[in-house]
């Protein structure tokens, strides 16, 4: 923790010996990026860039309801894909078709859905083949 600046002392110079000392210390050695030029210099300067970089840092996204749904249908499509049993693919499947079902009793504001509750048997069936066909 840094010390409080006295008083009778600038900021300026405060600030000054404080990044003096934490440099004396090596306080700034290693840290990530040494070296190398600083990311999007070559891009047009955009207001939200850290709200873009941390959303996409911790993988979020802002979509319409419908969209996000629809998004989670194609991951639940892909999961059931590679589930390790039958039940777990039934299991996926029963989850995102209660979401769809609801959507579509209640439709949010935004886009269409436009996806009907997915068959379990013809994607459980799916998943046979793909697992013993390979």
């Given at each position: 923790m ?8 600038s ?22 990026g ?10 047009p ?10 959303m ?9 309801p ?5 998004r ?12 390790a049993?039958e ?5 996926i ?11 579509l009793?209640?439709p ?27």
């Open positions: 840094t010390e409080r600046k006295p008083p009778g002392v900021f300026e110079s405060f600030a000054d010996k404080q990044i003096r000392e934490a440099e004396a210390r090596g306080d700034f050695a290693d840290l990530p040494f070296g190398k030029p600083l990311p999007g210099l070559d891009v300067y955009d207001e939200e860039w850290w709200i873009k970089r941390k996409a840092r911790e993988h979020l996204s802002v979509l319409p419908t969209l996000a749904l629809r989670d249908a194609e991951d639940a499509l892909a999961a059931a894909e590679h589930a049993s039940s777990q693919v039934r299991r499947i029963a989850e995102i078709n209660e979401r769809i079902r609801e959507n009793r209640r949010p504001s935004g886009p269409p859905l436009g996806l009907t509750p997915f068959d379990p048997e013809a994607v459980v069936r799916d998943w046979r083949e793909r697992r013993h066909g390979a």
